[in-house]
């Protein structure tokens, strides 16, 4: 009678074990795919100008606006979920280490915090600059016309602390239909102005980039100073929308702005040249290619 119900459960505990391991596999590829590669990316070319093939260097940090927190510092959204409109209100807060509302900031480009905006599709691209409340609340208003998820990217500097930029996101529903990244491009024309984009940018150094503006087919001279500067660039990398810190260099109001732009790993990425001039601030959008760097 043993050996009978030994013979029997031989081909169970098999076919059990056959469904064990499957099911092991089925769990390793989801998670695999959860956690994917940009949740691991590095930033060894961020803007603390470590190398990326420095062996002997720390691990390096993932790149900024993938997180929400980041050494003890936290963006919360007041909602995560919004109704579409012109002009939503938005308001949020960061937290410190301490788990109070943040209220002291250095100035950054003439302000405290920079907000920038986006759609997952790299459309919509709003830079704006909230308002703060004695409390540490910051409030604005956003263009938030086509439903979709949105990324929020929070850029400031702790008083006496160094740069963080933290990202949350905010969801417009509706039916959301991603519109393709454009081909890279090294022209854009927006507002009637053509401005030019010269340079390559490698992944794992400072790289340099041009921008050329004109009007009517004549060079712009007369730039005038936005946030500090003669443009302001900010840099999204398509796949994940991690966000690059990007320095505008010193020089003269146009017709060229130069910047020094870290990607920390190579891909497609969005640029987008915010400009004033008559007043007016514009803004011109690129996409390009970065290059891997050598080993």
Same mark, same amino acid.
Do not use: C, K, W
């Given at each position: 009678m043993n050996s009978e119900r030994q013979e029997l459960d031989a081909p169970t505990k098999l076919v059990g074990f056959v469904v064990g391991i499957a099911f092991l596999f089925l769990a390793a590829l989801f998670v695999g795919d959860k956690i994917g590669p940009d949740a691991q990316a590095t930033a060894a070319a961020s803007h603390t100008g470590h190398?990326?093939?420095?062996? *002997?260097?720390a691990p390096a940090a993932v790149p900024a606006g993938l997180q929400a927190t980041q050494d003890g510092y936290t963006l919360s959204l007041d909602r995560s979920v919004t109704e579409s409109g012109p002009e939503v209100p938005v308001a949020f807060t960061i937290s410190g280490p301490d788990g109070a509302a943040l209220i002291d900031y250095d100035v950054m480009h003439t302000e405290e915090l920079h907000l920038i905006v986006v759609r @997952?599709?790299?459309?919509? #691209? $709003?830079?704006?600059h909230p308002t703060r409340n004695a409390s540490g609340t910051w409030s604005t208003a956003l263009d938030l016309t086509r439903p979709g998820p949105y990324r929020l990217f929070a850029d400031f500097?702790?008083?006496?602390?160094?740069?963080?930029?933290?990202?949350?996101?905010? *969801?417009?529903?509706?039916?959301? @239909?991603p519109q393709p990244l454009s081909t890279p491009n090294v022209t854009s024309r927006v507002d009637g102005y053509d401005v030019t984009l010269a340079g390559a940018v490698t992944a794992g150094t400072n790289s340099t980039v041009s921008l050329t503006i004109e009007q009517d087919g004549r060079e712009v001279t007369d730039l005038e100073p936005y946030l500090g500067a003669y443009g302001h660039l900010v840099a999204l990398r398509a796949d994940d929308l991690a966000y690059l810190h990007v320095h505008?260099?010193?020089?003269?109001?146009?017709? *060229?702005?130069? #910047?020094?732009?870290?990607?920390?790993?190579?891909?497609?990425?969005?640029?987008?040249?915010? #400009? $004033?001039?008559?007043?007016?601030?514009h803004t011109a959008e690129f996409t390009i290619e970065v290059q891997e760097g050598q080993a």
């Open positions: 190398d990326a093939h420095d062996e *002997t260097a @997952r599709d790299l459309t919509d #691209f $709003q830079h704006v500097t702790p008083a006496g602390g160094e740069n963080i930029t933290l990202g949350a996101e905010l *969801t417009v529903p509706g039916d959301y @239909r505008p260099e010193d020089g003269p109001p146009g017709p *060229t702005v130069d #910047f020094t732009v870290s990607a920390p790993t190579a891909g497609t990425y969005a640029l987008y040249l915010d #400009f $004033q001039h008559g007043g007016v601030v």
